[in-house]
């Protein structure tokens, strides 16, 4: 183990106290007790350390979240229902996260179910076209916000911002030896982190969890990559809606969640409009956007003169978020599991300490430079 | 939990309180029933008239709506679902009396004027919805045909103080909720004034705008106050909800027709009715339509371990745990949050004037699989073809 200590400086008061280690394999554990909660909430995160897929093979990442979630025995989601819990699964451009919450007792259940996760995989030809029949099912779902945020990040970060849902039709030719080849490099410790959070003893936790993944092996390069700075403000558009994209630096910049509580205010004053962020510490897109064709400039036009109000609202509700993710099992493990590989001061405390230093003022700013990119015409 | 109840004496609200130790923020809903029966015209009136609701009241302008109603960090929800309509207002603690008088004020003098009906009117009919919302929410509606004066009337129809539910969440003060709520919530003197008229013109054969169909089973609505409807509320778990169900096994990993598969328990004045969707844009109609077969055959395979997965599932929902739950209180998923838990009991309340129990009995795998075989022979099927 390289790394062990614990996180006093993450007592928010006296009941909660987190531990973090670092394995020798290069896997991240993390467990924070967080009283006040009979619930226990698991994530495990496989962060994109190395360059993003290439095209040719666009979608291999989602492909593979989507055969993992069945476990290594393909009874996961048998079993852990039966603890009342639900795998929830998601690929984004940083990461593939999965996710699952139980009454904190049954921690030591979960762990035994959730490690089918991290244990090898092999897939059949029969599973891997399913799947993939299954994944253009996905596709054709797909919902006009997120086909507009993917749009934002093309236009903000270039082609190489490749879309992490991925193109179906790449996929279609794919071997099953292939994509347990994929399984196998996307499942690195090196990539690995799992947070748990709620009301367990962390160093137990992390104890057990030590014994699960601690014997696995790297498998993939080193080579650290990270995303450049994106093209400031963008105005999307599509049959289906209108948006503002805006580029911001890493979650936990004060840049990022003014352009969040920014969002956030003009979805609390706007009928219908909805204000999306993934929370990563790369460089980002926030997204505001309303569903009925053409209104955009109508509706943030009608905010003119109200920016003050707009950017109360919005960092109210931003400081409420915080509070709620820093305080809520599933949301707060969520984060950590995705935030803490790249982010390793990332810590609950920060998190609250970063939303209180936002000021009304940077907030207002970022509400008329996104009520200024909405009269732009579309790109 | 601390639940409690109390129906008014004679005719005014029905109140459901749902205090929490420590909480820093109070909720307070209020359920106005839609009327009985209504028109394709009215609905699309009902939803005009929740949308046109934020436009303000004599005492609150729009502006003083939101800024008053948000200050917990939680803007003001107006929510309109077929048969009913949800007005929430979220306020930090000690701010109980002003979410009260801002519920008042929205349920008795709301502004209504033409151009903000009209305004309304026209972000709605060129609201776009996916082939999902579409298939749950079934709002394909004529809104055209929304006038000021069907709106105005509607509001005057429905919301009558007497048939409100009104829940108080949270940090609730040390009152009497349902005489503060008969204090503020007056039964009116007059008579409900007369609706305007019916418009039973037949609605265009619907369709999706993209590549997916959506089918749907219907099953018989379910009373989820009474403990009788145990052994049916857990086979709609066992059919529908989570990975582990019979859908998600059969439709998605069996055959991969779908991605999203799953049942829906959807409010309405009858009960909580089950809802079996999927969509999927490669099987044909009347492929789709077999799924009623499929479903059936997978359910002689159910044993103890089918039983124990829909219990725990079911469990998790009402503790409000379970992320794919089936309930459909409103627009967003329903959640952990107080403000779902309000949502709930309000609802039971509004259906039932009582609380949702309905896992209290013990089931076998025999008494599942006949419930479930009952409910699927008896569903009423239904599909929404892509274009």
Known sequence: ???????????????????????????????????????????????????????????????AEHLLAKGSKRDIDQRLESLGSVLLAETSRDFVTFRATLPSSRWPDALAVLKSLIDPVEVTETELNNEVKVLNEELALRSWAVRLVSDGWRRTYGADALDPFGDPAKLSGLTAA???????????????????VGDVDPEAVVRRLTELVGTQSPTQSTDEWDRQPGNGTVRVGSADGEGVCVSVPGFMSSEALANLAAAFGFRAWTAGAVALYTPSARPGVVTLAVKSPASLPQSMAKLT???????????????????????????LAKLTAELLPLYPSFDAMSLSKTGDSISVIQVERAVKSMIKASTEAPQ | MTFALSLALIVGPK??????????????????????NMSDREQAAWNVLADVLYDGTAEFSRDRLAQFGSQAGVPILIEAMPEHLRLQVVEPKGGFKVAMQILESLCERATLSDSQIAESTRRLKTLQLSSWEQAVFDEQLPYTKVTSEVVRNLYQVAFRPESFTIVAGGEVPDVDLAQEVS?????????????????YSPRPWAKHGDSVSTFELRLAPLNLASADSTARLLAVFALGVGKGSAM??????????????????????????????????QVS????????????????????????RARSMAEATFAGTNP????????????????????????SMMMYGASPKAIDQAVSVDELKAAAKDLLEHAGASVIPRS
């Not at chain 1, 347990?180 to 090196?190: E, G, H, M, V, Y």
């Open chain 1, 1 to 63: 183990m390289t790394t062990s200590f614990l996180l006093g400086a993450l007592l928010l008061r006296q009941d909660r106290v987190a531990v973090k280690e670092v394995l020798s394999n290069g896997a991240t554990l993390y467990a924070q007790r967080l009283s006040g909660t009979s619930e226990v909430a698991f994530a495990i995160s496989f962060v994109q350390r190395n360059n993003p897929e290439p095209p040719e093979t666009h979608g291999l990442r989602h492909l």
């Open chain 1, 178 to 196: 292939q994509v347990s080849q994929a399984l196998t490099s996307l499942r690195d410790p090196r990539s690995l982190c799992i947070a748990v």
């Open chain 1, 305 to 331: 003169g109200r920016e003050s109000l707009v950017a109360r609202t919005g960092l109210a509700t931003l400081r409420q978020w915080l509070r709620e993710v820093s305080n809520d099992p599933p949301k």
């Open chain 2, 15 to 36: 109140t459901v309180e749902l205090p929490k130790a420590g909480a820093n923020k109070v909720v307070v809903q209020v359920f106005v029933p839609a009327p009985n």
């Open chain 2, 183 to 199: 204090d503020r919530f007056k039964p009116l003197a007059s008579a409900p004034p007369r609706r305007t008229r019916f418009d």
């Open chain 2, 248 to 281: 998600h096994r059969v439709l998605r990993e069996g055959k991969g027709w779908s991605y999203r598969q799953e049942a829906v328990l959807w409010p309405s004045k009858a009960g909580w009715i089950p809802r079996l969707l999927f969509a999927s844009t």
């Open chain 2, 285 to 308: 109609l009347e492929e789709g339509l077999t799924a009623r077969e499929l479903l059936s055959s997978d359910v002689d395979t159910w044993t103890a371990e089918t039983v124990a």
């Open chain 2, 324 to 347: 794919l739950s089936p309930l459909t209180t409103g627009r967003d998923p329903f959640g952990s949050e107080l403000e779902d838990e309000c949502a709930l009991y309000g609802l």
